[in-house]
């Protein structure tokens, strides 16, 4: 693996693990601890109440304390990623990385706890020690087979869901994917012969719910390192392995090829050759799971096999088979049940959600992601795509039925629609957000064109959406401070092959851009003097005439200087979408409660209520390019009529105007920040309101109120910014902040790309 990694990536990585602060994830107070009062209650001496409450009934541990919602990702190191027998301590960012994803995707807290203990026995009394603390065990990157024996045990001694991810969730992935392998061709699961690469942990898991899930254990063929696994070997078996055995004189992958229904492969690059896939049986199934080089590109694949459904274990091919698709969502359903462990019945329920999900409509959130393309079920889409926020809202579901039908659930849902509507607030939390349009600019990237050509993070942006096919770049600036600036920052992409470049001292269409600049502000004070100094002074110009051109399809610019400047350029020469007044701007605010849009937070001063739902219309619009229907709260210091101030009578004006012109919005207003956050509020003040659930559409009356909140979120909440989202202008264009990251400026490029690929407006 650390051959496949460049050197670009790695220094991003090591930047990512480093900056701002080491690691990747911190332990965040859930009460208050402002008072005296607050200590007394979370430390002594009012602790003791809680203490003495779960020495009664330890099940009071669940409402009293983290455990129910807290999960080990628990390693010894001796099999980390491709890595090997690196070690706890060096596996440790592994560990880090899943607990972000368990936090992330399914709301569950995790402690990564990394064991220097390689001994059976001892590691499994380490484990079963920790059950008072934890309410399930996630085993990660132990080698086989040791990791059997360490699971087996752990779950005959403790009464909470120990589950090892390395085997088990790719074998539920690898399952739903074979379920619907099997629709597709018209093929029995009892009747399909099956080749393996690979006899590791996750391999054997594999075959054995295979086995569970129908296929005959005469239909398996392993092969590994030492080539079949047959009746007599000596090298690398085991009692694991020897299930598997054949009485057969192969002793190749080439000799059990022929006739294969299923090749699934859990090894290294290159192992299988197209040659070989020309001897499998028809309509073939071919598991290409190694990473990042699978046992055969499917380009290969493809072309000795045209009617092979392919899956990989990489993102950048359909059916991608990653964890991820699982395993958050079958410790949700485990835990939200007081599961007692993960059973058989929970896994086959996870594999069947996740096979049925395949078989469902895109929703708007994965069409977006592939440019509006729908993916429906077939052999291009035999799993549901990683980034599918219906994932939690399909696994977790069954796998708590599952776990309450095989009665180990110590406390059953009741309320199957509550919970479900419950589940709901974990879609679209923090980065998530980005993925739809991220996929989405992915699927058909378009010319975006950055003023800032020079600034390092615009050329570190650069290489990440070369490498991530987000768009291709134009970088306006200076030729030789690029390049000695890509190599002081050891960057690999180069102008004219990676990016295209745009040198204001020397670019042949000057007169051409100076005429396009007289044309569009010529009447604005612009004269040709002043054209032509601009033309080859202000990269904002440039851009902006590019995009009006038709020369580049977005612009991103602002990134360092002012934003109001910026703002009269794409003014007078890119101009307004048809029916708009003016420009606005709105802010996605990522925290670890949601995500929240603002409006208008940088650029009109005092709308008025036209103004307002003005842009409360473009706001909707363009949330939903994030696949997230608006809900949306004009808001004022008076709570539905409570005050007459001039504000006030100004949103609900708005209000009317809205109801007018798109009376199926779902909208209200006035009210006050804290009304539009809680429903239960709003029930107290207005049950009747139209606005159900959480505002995730906040519309300010000035944009002193919306500057002002937007920028304390970032502080105070540590809020993650995109944008700002520019809005009413005739093509993409965005003015960001000086403060902007990197990792800002590849956000809002895969807003660029997503908005240029509708109708380019805002």
């Given at each position: ?135 399930g065990i996630n085993l990660e ?93 000596k090298a690398l078996m085991n ?128 069409a977006k992601a592939y440019g ?391």
């Open positions: 693996m650390t051959d496949a990694l460049s050197s670009d990536l790695a220094s991003s990585a090591l930047l990512y693990h480093r900056s701002p602060r080491p690691g990747k994830f911190e332990i965040v107070a859930t009460k208050p601890l402002a008072t005296q009062h607050d200590l007394s209650l979370a430390y002594t001496p009012g602790v003791a109440a809680a203490c003495l409450a779960i020495a009664a009934d330890p099940h009071a541990a669940a409402d009293l304390t983290i455990r129910q919602n807290l999960v080990a990702v628990l390693t010894n190191g001796t099999a980390v990623l491709g890595l090997g027998n690196i070690g706890p301590l060096a596996g440790k960012p592994v560990m880090e990385g899943k607990a972000v994803l368990f936090k992330k995707f399914a709301g569950i807290d995790v402690f990564d706890i990394e064991v220097a203990e390689n001994d059976v026995d001892r590691l499994v009394d380490i484990v079963a020690a920790l059950e008072p603390t934890f309410g990157d132990i080698k086989a087979p040791e990791c059997f024996e360490v699971e087996r045990k752990l779950r005959e001694r403790m009464s909470i869901p120990v589950f090892h991810d390395d085997q088990h969730g790719t074998a539920i992935i690898v399952g739903a994917a074979i379920l619907n392998a099997m629709e597709i061709t018209g093929k029995t699961i009892g009747d399909v012969k099956i080749v393996t690469s690979g006899a590791g942990a996750a391999a054997l898991a594999c075959l054995n719910f295979l086995v569970t899930l129908g296929a005959k254990t005469e239909n398996i063929f392993v092969t590994d390192i030492e080539g079949v696994v047959y009746r007599g070997r009692s694991h392995v020897e299930i598997y055995a054949k009485d057969t004189n192969a002793r190749t992958l080439k000799d059990v090829i022929g006739g294969a229904d299923i090749f699934l492969g859990l090894s290294a690059g290159g192992i299988l050759t197209p040659e070989m896939t020309k001897e499998m049986a028809g309509q073939p199934l071919i598991m290409a799971l190694a990473n990042p080089t699978p046992e055969i590109e499917p380009s290969e694949a493809i072309a000795a096999r045209p009617d092979a459904l392919i899956c990989t274990g990489r993102s950048d091919f359909p059916n991608q088979v990653n964890n991820v698709l699982c395993f958050p969502y079958i410790f949700r359903g485990a835990l939200d049940v007081a599961a007692t462990g993960i059973n058989e019945a929970m896994k086959l329920a996870a594999a069947r959600a996740i096979a049925q999900l395949a078989h469902e409509p895109p929703s708007d959130a994965v509006g393309e729908t993916r429906h079920f077939g052999k291009d889409s035999l799993i549901p795509a990683p980034f599918d926020p219906r994932l939690i809202l399909r696994i977790a579901p069954a796998v708590a039925k599952a776990a309450m039908d095989s009665g180990i659930a110590k406390k059953p849902i009741v309320d199957f629609e509550a919970y479900n509507e419950s589940l709901s607030r974990f879609i679209f939390r923090s980065g998530f957000i980005m993925k739809p349009v991220m996929h989405a600019a992915k699927a058909c990237p378009k010319r975006v064109i950055y003023a800032e050509g020079e600034d390092e993070r615009v050329l570190r942006a650069t290489q990440t959406v070369v490498e991530q096919e987000i768009a291709y770049p134009i970088l306006v600036g200076r030729p030789d401070v690029i390049e000695s600036r890509l190599d002081r920052f050891g960057l690999s992409v180069r102008p004219g092959k990676d990016f295209t470049l745009v040198d204001p001292n020397d670019d042949p269409r000057f007169r051409d851009y100076v005429t396009a600049y007289l044309e569009s502000a010529g009447r604005r004070g612009v004269t040709p003097k002043a054209a032509r100094a601009l033309v080859r002074t202000n990269s904002t110009v440039i851009a902006a005439i590019a995009v009006k051109r038709g020369d580049a399809d977005a612009l991103i610019c602002g990134i360092d200087g002012r934003f109001g400047s910026r703002l009269r350029y794409i003014r007078d020469i890119i101009g307004l979408v048809p029916g708009a007044t003016d420009l606005s701007a709105m802010s996605l605010m990522i925290t670890s409660k949601g995500a929240f849009f603002l409006a208008d937070t940088h650029v009109r001063r005092d709308p008025s209520a036209a103004e307002i739902a003005e842009m409360t219309l473009l706001c909707a619009a363009h949330v939903r390019r994030f696949g997230i229907e608006p809900k949306i709260a004009l808001l004022s210091h008076s709570d539905f009529g409570s005050e007459n101030a001039p504000s006030a009578v100004k949103m609900r004006e708005a209000l009317e105007i809205l109801r007018k012109q798109a009376p199926d919005l779902e909208a209200d207003g006035e009210m006050q920040a804290n009304t539009a956050l809680s429903q239960a509020m709003r029930d107290l003040v207005l049950p009747s309101s139209r606005l159900k659930g959480e505002a995730n559409v906040l519309i300010m009356p000035s944009l002193d109120a919306a500057n002002i909140a937007y920028t304390m979120m970032v502080i105070m909440a540590d809020a993650l910014l995109v944008g700002p989202i520019l809005l009413g202008s005739a093509k993409p264009a965005h003015i960001l902040t000086p403060s902007v990251t990197a990792r800002g400026i590849i956000n809002m490029t895969a807003v660029s790309v997503a908005q240029a690929q509708g109708d380019g407006q805002a």
